[in-house]
């Protein structure tokens, strides 16, 4: 019997020391292929005695093995590196922008933002979303609100008028023509909140002929001004986010509320710059007060058995002294690059939704 | 409102600062607007003299002064034409601060001017913050001593403070009724206003006739005063008149005007010898005019109160004097009116008339009805001071008073109200102090001052007790919790509306919102019909009519940005449209315009023009959020004349045009000077709504099958006029259970096909759920999707 001991070990050999596929696949060939050395040895054991047989069939079943074991290891080892070898080449500019970078840059509206904000925190707070029409007539706009013709309140509003013959029409100089839209559905008890586009006859710094407001009123049997304290400063404090801010009631005039207050935040002022929740100085940014009752009278609401409040505050305004834009008719410039610095994300805007 | 505290320490006696006096003044409702308190500012002013006056070498209008402080002599290089030898001025020294204004500082440096030397500036009142005038500098008289520091001479006459005054408080629109204001809020001790009875020399010898005692002008009075002579006011009225801002005329007007201020009484003064005949009040009739104090003509109209002699108009009540008997320095008999005019009829004449005047101000507020008297007394004793002469009678006709109204309320609707218990003792004193008369405990009765006309309702004496009593005091009580029985949930619009904006934000278009007001010129382009809704009184004319349409708008706004060198850019608005004057008729609109190329020039993107197909997937996407699929829509190639023919459809739903989409036609951009290509949809969101179903809750399942699809392609020749859209249907109708999808992958038109033709690929995936299709079922199919697009489109199959 031949000795196959070193035709197994140059095998073995020789097997280790390949580096590609293809010296792998000729290896095998060689010897396991249909002429290849080992085959034919295999072939030619029928010669043998029945213990060489046995021997030499053991034999070289485990070499089989032990090479198709070792093949399988080198051909691993050998992709392994050819995809080492390959990622190694394929090297990018990985500071290259990419395709998204000019793309996702535009922005909703802050006033949009502003509002959904405020709409929310009222929402949750319990009042109703409702809206009332831009143009309105006089009725709704001033008579109902306790703002007769002549009466001095008319002139801190400057009316834009619509051509009209049949009634007189004007824009809304204010959002609470809802109020009483509401209040003559004469049910009890009323919360509500109304934003929405409004109008005066001003343009200047300071002043836009449109702009938007938000009016709540809440109407019960037995709400007070302590509640309309209450419901503010809990409103302010969500809407800036901020729970040290500090309110000032201070006793103003509308014809539409009696006794009537005017809101002030306080804030420092430091080289322009507003920052509210802290100082001594005082930033007006609503104005509210008890439901005067002849409003609720020419709705037709018993005023002896139902009291209410009311605010009405400024989107804008707002929307200034929360995040800082200096010039309130930027808001209507439609500059790209205003909109994109003041602007907010889609995914930054809140949904409207409450329970 | 503006006021000195020295004017207002004539009536109130108080040891707070001025900060303590301006917030108490906010907190009772008189919100202080500005306060000049030059004592902080002026510590380094010096008293100094010009010793000599040179002229500047260099400049012909500085002068070079040789100034003395007190302790040395400095040059000092002025600009002042006031500047002269022997002047007493004030100084500010090198490293004195300026403040002007809360920004705006400087600091007083060593300097050289226009090549002299100069240590110092000599200071106008602005410098000082004493006066918003810089005519000159200051002239101080021998009662100044060089060398001192200046800030010791402020006093309390130098103190400016500005309140705004709601238009319900007229009895604040004077110096004494602030002052009592404050008393009523404890803020120091009120010095009750006294006034002289003049005794009549003589009878006023003028016939009075006020035809309007019973409606516009209750109450009026005159009297006569002879002998006058009006010369200058005195020194410590004209610095009053200059620190508030009243312009100084002569002793005798001036008066008047302190009056109104000081008191809240408006008068008017005429020369006596001027008037022709006989006093009478009345309604102006339409056509007759009026020559003011101001020199203005101006036309009266039907109804206007006005006080006439036998000439005609010579005064407009209540609002402005005449020309014609004004009084001059030659003026020697004047005669004094003081009157109530109802607010209503000044506000009316005031307003067409649009004349502004301190007058105006406080009758159209409500003045005291009772001050009509006093008034004339006042003035009678101020004139006899300052002008001397005779005074004659009072004469007065005038209706009789009516009786007080009384309000009365329980002592609990305070709480009710304020949702805090006041106590008695509190409310007792309060409306004493305010002036009011009452009686009772748990139901009070009160009568209101005649100075408080505003008080009329108890909710308006809810109102006094609350803003005296502090509303800073009023504790902050929850509403009371309970579940908000009528609670709905946000409407589908309103929830739709912030939907769609984040989506079409996430699709890289920025939100702008655009007047709703429009040019109507503009409009007219883009509107066939003429039914706007115009503005009487617009803005300008570029804002004249409320828009019909959100295009014009942001088409304007897209110019805005392009005129920046800004093209590749989208906007949408999605806001109100006026299409009628009722309610109804105001519909929310979307409108997107895409300007520029869909990809800007960059490394890894090609650049590509937009094109209808962009504006198509933009719209789909709102459909989307509707659950409305385009497909299942009607699109029709008829749309606006400013889209183009061609590349543009309008959207129906259940026979209602909801919608347009397209590409703009370059005639409605040219009118915009836009030489970009520009594609656009509009979409009526009021109506298309009213489409808008929420999905149910829960899902139906989901089914998929376990078999494989099979794909295959066809290529038809068809008409061009044909949608392949229609195609599609028409393939899924051939077997709706097994074909799951057809896809176009192939639109050709050109040379190498019939030019009334067009070739369309189209992919069709075809699948079972029960099983695995043979090749003849699949070739079934096949045979039978191309027999029925032929037959229908005379296609040909390529």
Not at chain 2, 199 to 228: A, G, H, M, Q, Y
């Amino acid at each position: 019997m031949k000795n196959y001991d070193q035709l197994i070990d140059s095998a073995l050999v020789e097997l280790e020391s390949c580096e590609t596929l293809i010296s792998l696949e000729e290896l095998r060939l060689e010897y396991f292929g249909k002429n290849g050395e080992v085959t034919s040895i295999l072939k030619s054991l029928s010669k043998l005695s029945e213990k060489d047989k046995k021997e030499v069939g053991k034999k070289f079943n485990l070499f089989k093995q032990n090479f198709f074991k070792n093949l399988e290891k080198k051909k691993n080892i050998i992709e392994q590196s050819q995809i080492e070898e390959k990622l190694q080449k394929e090297k990018i500019d990985i500071s290259l922008p990419t395709r998204e970078e000019e793309k996702l840059n535009s922005k909703i509206h802050p006033i949009t933002h502003t509002a959904n904000e405020i709409i929310s925190i009222l929402g949750s707070m319990g009042l109703n979303y409702e809206e009332g029409p831009d143009v309105e007539n006089d009725f709704y706009n001033f008579t109902a609100l306790n703002i007769p013709e002549n009466h001095p309140a008319r002139e801190m509003h400057d009316t834009f008028y619509i051509e009209n013959n049949l009634e007189k029409l004007v824009l809304r100089t204010h959002t609470s023509p809802v109020q009483i839209r509401n209040l003559q559905k004469k049910k009890f008890p009323l919360r509500i909140f109304a934003p929405g586009r409004t109008y005066r006859c001003d343009s200047d710094i300071t002043h836009t002929p449109m702009f938007h407001q938000v009016e709540g009123l809440v109407v019960d049997h037995s709400v007070t001004f302590a509640n309309l304290k209450w419901f503010l400063e809990k409103f302010c404090k969500t809407f800036f986010d901020n729970e040290k801010l500090k309110l000032r009631f201070r006793p103003s005039y509308f014809p539409f509320t009696e006794p009537s207050a005017e809101v002030d935040v306080n804030c420092s002022i430091t080289s322009g710059k507003i920052i509210l929740g802290e100082g001594d100085k005082w930033m007006e940014i609503l104005g509210c007060g008890m439901v005067h009752p002849n409003v609720l009278k020419m709705s037709g609401v018993d005023d002896d058995q139902l009291k209410g409040f009311a605010f009405g505050m400024g989107i804008e305004r707002l929307s200034m002294l929360k995040y800082g834009m200096p010039d309130l008719r930027d808001f209507y410039d439609s500059n790209i690059n205003w909109l994109s610095h003041y602007g907010f994300s889609f995914l930054e805007t809140t949904d409207l939704s409450w329970r | 409102m503006k006021f000195t505290v020295g004017w207002l320490k004539d009536y109130l006696e108080f040891d707070y600062s001025v900060e303590e006096l301006c917030n108490k003044l906010t907190d009772i409702g008189l919100e202080v607007e500005k306060v000049l308190d030059p004592s902080k500012n002026l510590k380094d002013f010096k008293i100094a003299k010009i010793l000599k006056k040179n002229s500047h070498p260099n400049a012909d209008k500085l002068s070079l002064c040789e100034v003395f402080d007190g302790n040395e002599n400095l040059q000092i290089v002025c600009g002042a034409n006031n500047a002269r030898e022997n002047l007493i001025t004030v100084l500010a020294p090198v490293n004195t601060i300026i403040f002007q204004g809360e920004k705006n500082e400087f600091k007083i440096r060593k300097s050289t001017i226009r090549g002299e030397e100069s240590n110092g500036m000599l200071c106008s009142e602005e410098e000082l913050g004493l006066s918003d005038s810089s005519e000159g500098i200051i002239e101080l008289d021998e009662n100044y001593k060089i060398g001192d520091n200046y800030s010791q001479y402020i006093n309390d006459e130098d103190i400016i403070i500005e309140v705004a005054i709601t238009p319900n408080r007229a009895d604040c629109a004077g110096v004494y009724g602030i002052a009592r204001d404050l008393f009523a809020a404890d803020f120091g001790k009120l010095k009750k206003k006294k006034i002289t009875k003049i005794e009549s020399k003589f009878k006023t010898e003028i016939k009075l006739v006020n035809k309007l005692k019973d409606s516009d002008c209750p109450n009026f009075s005159i009297r006569l005063i002879k002998n006058v002579e009006n010369k200058n006011s005195s020194a410590y009225l004209i610095k009053r008149f200059e620190k508030t801002g009243l312009k100084v005329i002569s002793s005798l007007v001036d008066v008047t005007n302190f009056i109104t201020i000081d008191y809240c009484r408006p008068l008017h003064v005429f020369d006596y010898d001027k008037i022709q005949g006989n006093l009478i009040i009345r309604h102006s009739k339409k056509g007759e005019s009026f020559i003011g104090l101001d020199d203005e003509n101006y036309e009266l109209d039907e109804g206007m109160v006005v006080i006439c002699d036998d000439s005609g108009v010579i005064s407009l009540a209540g609002i402005l004097g005449g020309k014609t008997t004004a009084c001059d320095d030659k003026t020697k008999n004047v005669l004094i009116e003081s009157a109530y005019f109802l607010p209503a009829s000044i506000i009316k004449s005031g307003r067409k008339l649009n004349i502004q005047s301190d007058a105006r101000y406080r009758f159209e507020r409500g003045i005291d009805p009772d001050s009509v008297v006093d008034g004339i007394e006042y003035a009678s004793y101020m004139i006899l001071k300052s002008c001397g002469g005779e005074p004659g009678s009072i004469v007065t006709d005038s209706k009789k008073i009516n009786e007080k109204k009384t309000i009365k309320i329980e002592k609990a609707f305070f709480e009710r109200v304020l949702g805090i218990e006041i106590s008695d003792k509190f409310i007792h004193d309060k409306l004493k102090k305010i002036g009011c008369d009452f009686n009772g405990n748990d139901n009070l009765a009160v009568i209101p001052p005649s100075w408080r006309s505003d008080i009329k309702i108890k909710e308006d004496l809810v109102e006094e007790i609350a803003r005296l009593y502090g509303l800073e005091k009023i504790p902050s009580i929850p509403l009371d919790s309970q579940i908000n029985s009528n609670k709905k949930k946000i409407s589908n619009i309103q929830a739709l509306r912030n939907k769609i904006k984040k989506l079409l934000v996430s699709r890289n278009i920025f939100e702008i919102i655009t007047w709703s007001f429009t040019d109507e010129k503009t409009l007219k382009l883009f509107e066939e019909k003429e039914k706007f809704l115009k503005i009487t009184n617009p803005i300008s004319s570029e804002l004249s009519c409320l828009r019909s349409n959100l295009l014009p708008n942001i088409l304007s706004a897209i110019k805005k940005n392009i005129n920046k060198n800004i093209v590749n850019f989208s906007f949408f608005e999605l806001g109100p449209v006026f299409l009628g004057k009722e309610p109804n008729e105001q519909y929310d609109n979307i409108c997107v315009v895409r300007s520029g190329k869909i990809n800007e020039k960059s490394w890894i993107n090609k650049e590509r023009n937009l094109d209808f197909f962009d504006i198509k997937a933009d719209l789909s996407a709102v459909l989307n959020c509707l659950n409305i699929d385009i497909n299942n829509l009607d699109i029709f190639r008829k749309s606006k004349p400013y889209y183009h023919p061609g590349k543009s459809a309008s959207l129906l739903i259940s026979d209602q045009t909801v919608g347009f989409f397209g590409e703009l036609s370059p005639v409605i951009l040219n009118s915009f000077d836009i030489k970009n290509q520009l594609v656009a949809f509009e979409l009526n969101l009021t109506k298309l709504q009213k489409f808008y179903k929420n999905k149910e809750k829960s899902k139906n399942p989901l089914v998929t099958s376990q078999y494989q699809a099979s794909k295959r392609d066809f290529s038809f020749e068809i008409d061009k006029d044909v949608f392949s859209l229609e195609i599609i249907k028409l393939i899924k109708n051939t077997d709706h259970k097994l074909i799951k999808d057809v896809k176009v992958f192939d639109s050709y038109e050109g040379e190498k096909i019939n030019e009334k033709k067009k070739a369309v690929g189209f992919e069709v995936t075809i699948q079972s759920y029960e099983k695995t299709l043979t090749d003849s079922e699949i070739n079934e199919i096949s045979e039978n999707i191309i027999s029925k697009v032929k037959k229908k489109y005379n296609a040909k199959l390529r």
